[in-house]
């Protein structure tokens, strides 16, 4: 059975009279980490919709071997609340997860299920490698070796830089309507724009009605550009480059797992909920080193049912001097030395040394920009 995702958002968001309550109820409180109070706070809002909660096991098992959750609905990534001793805790019992960075009770959830994780089964196939040096991996092998299932609900948005970017699924349906955007493109990145992004950008707003820019400003891996400098860094290419009633930059503040295919997937699915009717997926998305291959995420798509969303596939970008562009393998053929790769690995070489790298990778007035306010995420994922 494979229902559709993002008809009907499902939310979980308790009203001030109900949050009020549970918070007089003195619960047991379960400490938890930023990127898992941040889950809390997109499953309530409905981004990852139709999920109610975080995985119990015959989820978390359904979405590791079929790539759909237990009620047959495609899911590709484990949303789970890992906890290192749960001896304190029983199936039934109501908690509040509380944010242990500042102290906020996020969420209130209903412990259905208590187990213990086999961490490697499920590096294994979420992310294809034991290998510790994967930022995925890692996070997942750094947290409790038990996960608690269950439903919950908001009590309390969760803090986090950057979070006046964001809109919630509703906003962004509603800010769809009124725009009449019958259409809309989404495009996923965690880094600041280049020429490539911006070819495709512009394809985008050539197939669609409205192109929805919607970076990852959750946790990232270091070595990724801050967040705060990602969404200026768009700003200046939007307000330079773009036409601006075709255009919506919002942030998502969700964690990169860099599971490449399986998160091409889970992200296609998370912009189907905020109304989005395409999705674009290039080369190696959620990729990191070479863990994947380039087009794995493409064809994962063929492998499973329709998702509701239609998936744009995007090969090799890339600038070439003969035609005189930026264009892809599909539109040119011309030999590798007429070719000039886009990276993102060179831009932020020549930036951390004060260089404008060639305008034929990024624009000027991003790089100057970047220049300026050259700022990687320097704590490896914390
Ligand atoms: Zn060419």
């Known amino acids: ?59 978390l098992k359904s979405v590791c071997s079929h790539l759909s959750l237990k009620n047959g609905i495609v899911w590709s990534i484990p949303i789970l609340l890992q906890i290192d001793d749960p001896s304190h805790l029983k199936i039934g019992e109501k908690v509040l997860l509380v944010d242990k960075t500042d102290n906020n009770p996020v969420a209130v959830m209903d412990i259905s299920d208590i187990y213990k994780l086999n961490k490697k089964e499920i590096a294994n196939t979420v992310f294809g490698t034991l290998d510790e040096n994967h930022p995925g991996v890692k996070r997942l092998f750094s947290k409790g070796d038990y996960s608690i299932g269950g439903k919950i609900k908001l009590l309390n948005r969760p803090s986090f830089p950057n979070k006046e970017y964001e809109l919630d699924p509703e906003e962004t349906r509603e800010i769809f309507r009124e725009r009449g955007w019958k259409t809309v493109v989404a495009f996923q990145t965690r880094n600041a724009p280049h020429r490539a992004h911006e070819y495709l950008h512009r394809l985008g707003m050539e197939i669609a009605e409205g192109l929805f820019i919607h970076p990852i400003i959750g946790l990232k891996k270091e070595g990724d550009f801050d967040s705060s400098v990602i969404l200026k860094a768009y700003q200046i290419l939007i307000n330079s480059y773009y036409p601006h009633r075709k255009v919506l930059l919002a942030g998502l503040s969700t964690s990169m797992r860099y599971a490449g295919p399986r998160e091409a997937v889970f992200h296609a699915i998370v912009r189907k909920n905020y109304g989005c009717t395409h999705f674009m997926v290039g080369r190696d998305h959620a990729g990191v080193g070479d863990y994947y291959d ?59 040394e004060g260089k404008r790298p060639p305008s034929t990778m990024l624009r000027e007035e991003v790089a100057d920009f970047l220049i300026e306010n050259f700022n990687l995420v320097t704590e490896d994922y914390r």
């Open 1 to 59: 059975m494979i229902q559709p995702h993002g008809g009907k958002l499902i939310k979980r968001i308790a009203d001030n009279e109900e949050r009020d309550f549970i918070l007089s109820l003195n619960l047991k409180r379960i400490y938890i980490e930023k990127d898992e109070a941040l889950d809390a706070e997109k499953i309530a809002i409905g981004s990852f919709s139709p999920l109610e909660g975080f995985m119990d096991r015959e989820d």
């Open 294 to 352: 380039p087009f794995a995420a493409h064809k994962i798509f063929d492998e499973i049912p329709d998702i509701g969303i239609k998936i744009v596939k995007f090969y090799n970008v890339f600038h070439c001097d003969r035609c005189g562009g930026i264009v892809s393998e599909n539109t040119c053929s011309h030999p590798e030395e007429m070719i000039t790769k886009i990276s993102m690995t060179k831009i932020r070489k020549a930036l951390s």
